[in-house]
Nanobody, 124 residues
Framework: QVQLVESGGGLVQAGGSLRLSCAAS????????MGWFRQAPGKEREFVAA????????YYADSVKGRFTISRDNAKNTVYLQMNNLKPEDTAVYYC?????????????????WGQGTQVTVSS
C-alpha cells in the first residue's frame, strides 16, 4: 500500500512557476514508477509527466514539454513537478500517481495509487 500526498499548488500569473511535491509513504517507493496527471473542470484526467523507477526514463505530454520537469528523490520518497512558464490552460487539479507495473507510463490505467490532488490556477 502506498499513500501519496501532494503539495505546492496555488494561484500564479501566466509566465510564473510552481513546484509541486508528492510525498509517498512506505519503504518501497523506489519500486514504483511515478506520474503526474491533471484534470480541468469538465474534462477527463490527462497525463502530464512520468518517470521510471530509476529516473532514467522520463515522459512528457506534448503540451508541457520544455516547460515542466519531473524528478524524484528516492531517499526522501518524494517526486516533484517543476512547472515553468505556466499558461492559463495549465489550470487544473494535479494528481500524483504511483504504479508498480512496467510500461503504461502515460495512461491512468498504468497506476495503482493516487493522491488527493492539488489545485493549480494560472491567471492571465
Amino acid at each position: 500500500q502506498v499513500q501519496l500526498v501532494e503539495s505546492g499548488g496555488g494561484l500564479v500569473q501566466a509566465g510564473g512557476s510552481l513546484r509541486l511535491s508528492c510525498a509517498a509513504s512506505g519503504r518501497t517507493f523506489s519500486s514504483y514508477k511515478m506520474g503526474w496527471f491533471r484534470q480541468a473542470p469538465g474534462k477527463e484526467r490527462e497525463f502530464v509527466a512520468a518517470m521510471g523507477r530509476s529516473a532514467a526514463r522520463t515522459y512528457y505530454a506534448d503540451s508541457v514539454k520544455g516547460r515542466f520537469t519531473i524528478s524524484r528523490d528516492n531517499a526522501k520518497n518524494t517526486v516533484y513537478l517543476q512547472m515553468n512558464n505556466l499558461k492559463p490552460e495549465d489550470t487544473a487539479v494535479y494528481y500524483c500517481a504511483a504504479g508498480y507495473s512496467g510500461g503504461l507510463y502515460t495512461t491512468v490505467e498504468g497506476y495503482d495509487y493516487w493522491g488527493q490532488g492539488t489545485q493549480v490556477t494560472v491567471s492571465s
